[in-house]
């Protein structure tokens, strides 16, 4: 969320952005309902002074008197029981419209309808030259028994499936690798909490409005009774997490942090939990797009400075690229568009690799930049040098998610002889150092 204040001061610059990217919103219908609630404020606060007035003036009055400010009172008492539900019914609609305010983008994102202008930064690492036909992660799986698919939509359901034998291996050496690539970056480990309340989760801005929309957010709600599903209920709603994001920024939730600590370097590992709602009839076979995997995530908090988000951006970006080149994934970096751009986001690069069974590029990391955007809903702020209490800004990044680059491995280290090559970083957290996977 952005401040009131900063949306009335800039209102043509917000204009712009929400046409940029493409949102569903009517800032000045935003604008009037502000005024009225801003007007509703400060009438029910004058009421309440003087209502506050009258009862002072009831301990000095004598009996006459006092019959006739309790008219009074009873006057301001009835126009207070019509204003204040007025101003709680304003202020959902003015809640509703500001969680949608975008942030204004970085000067540097290019202006586009979609991911189809996407900017390729650059590319790097050479495709695999192949004397036979490359295989797809699918084959691969199946002739080397590493994942099975079909049991795994049995008991699962859509997308289920049972990675095994030495597909397990190749994971847990991704996930035991990428967590000490970010120990050796200086960065702490957290295994945060999946089951989250709600807060954390609009907090970091995965509800597309005020509370949870099951037509429309990709999060599985966690239901043990009739209560779980009333939305009038006030028993507390808890969630399956789709990534650590929330659960690590949430930790500094209602927090205020000293400048000096700053920028905080987290990185956590998690299951992650995808209801994949707005990708249906896409990838619906294989292990591109799954519900459940694993993930290890980094987030940053920094000091309200575009200048250290930016530095921070770049070395969360550089630490992933460096993961991609250390196992020999060609890969390339895209600087992602305004009409693929979030509400929250300032600036989001993705790093794709090469699936060469696949013919085509597919994403394994997104590092984003939300400025105080999620500070604001979470209320974490520091302290600076001079005493003054700012948000911090917030950054995330994916380190390594295990479905894509086990894809990514999978199809370009096959051998014509169906062995798959063990990426040599990886050896050393192999059951036995395997370095080749064979039939």
């Not at 030259?129 to 295989?135: E, G």
């Not at 070395?315 to 979030?342: A, F, N, Q």
């Not at 702020?381 to 990044?397: A, F, R, S, W």
Request: with cysteine; charged share 35%; hydrophobic share 35%.
């Amino acid at each position: 969320m952005l401040d009131i204040k900063y949306i009335r001061k800039n209102r043509e610059k917000i204009e712009k952005t929400i046409k940029d990217k493409n949102l569903d919103l009517n800032l000045l219908e935003l604008i009037e309902v502000d005024k009225e609630r801003v007007a509703l404020i400060r009438e029910i606060e004058e009421l309440k002074s003087l209502k506050n007035d009258l009862n002072e003036m009831i301990k000095s009055a004598d009996d006459g008197e006092r019959q006739e400010i309790i008219k009074k009172g009873k006057i301001f008492k009835e126009k207070l029981e019509v204003k204040e539900p007025l101003l709680r019914e304003v202020n959902e609609k003015f809640e509703a419209l500001m969680v949608k305010v975008p942030t204004v983008q970085a000067p540097d994102v290019p202006i586009g309808e979609s991911e189809d202008e996407n900017v390729v930064v650059y590319e790097k690492g050479e495709k695999p030259q192949f004397s036979f036909t490359p295989k797809t992660h699918v084959e691969i799986a199946k002739d080397l028994d590493l994942i099975d698919f079909e049991q795994g939509a049995k008991i699962s359901g859509y997308r289920g499936y049972y990675l095994k034998n030495q597909g397990v291996d190749i994971v847990m050496a991704l996930m035991m690798y990428a967590m000490q690539k970010m120990a050796s970056k200086g960065y702490r480990a957290m295994i945060p909490p999946t089951l989250i309340k709600e807060r954390a989760l609009f907090g970091t801005g995965y509800f597309s409005g005020t509370k949870y929309n099951p037509d429309v957010d990709e999060i599985y709600q966690v239901v043990s009774s009739k209560e779980d599903l009333d939305p009038n209920s006030k028993k507390e709603k808890k969630f399956l997490v789709g990534t650590a994001e929330p659960g690590l920024l949430a930790y500094y939730a209602d927090k205020v942090l000293d400048e000096k600590d700053l920028p905080i370097r987290i990185y956590g590992f998690s299951q992650c939990y995808r209801s994949e709602i707005g990708s249906h009839g896409r990838d619906t076979t294989g292990f591109y797009r799954v519900h459940e995997f694993m993930k290890v995530e980094q987030i940053v908090l920094t000091t309200a400075s575009k200048e250290e988000v930016d530095k921070m951006q770049e070395e969360m970006v550089k630490i992933s690229e460096e993961i991609h080149e250390e196992l020999g994934l060609p890969y390339r970096k895209l600087k992602i568009c305004t009409g693929d751009l979030s509400t929250g986001k300032y600036r989001q690069y993705d790093l794709e690799a090469w699936m060469p069974g696949l013919n085509r590029w597919g994403e394994t990391g997104s590092a984003s930049i939300f400025l105080d955007w999620q500070a604001r809903r979470l209320n974490v702020k520091y302290k600076d040098k001079e005493g003054n209490k700012k948000y911090v800004y917030m950054l995330n990044n994916t380190v390594l998610p295990s479905p894509r680059p086990l894809i990514a491995i999978l199809e370009n280290f096959q051998q014509e002889d169906g062995s798959i090559k063990i990426p040599e970083v990886l050896i050393p957290f192999m059951p036995h150092n395997t370095s080749v996977i064979k039939k």
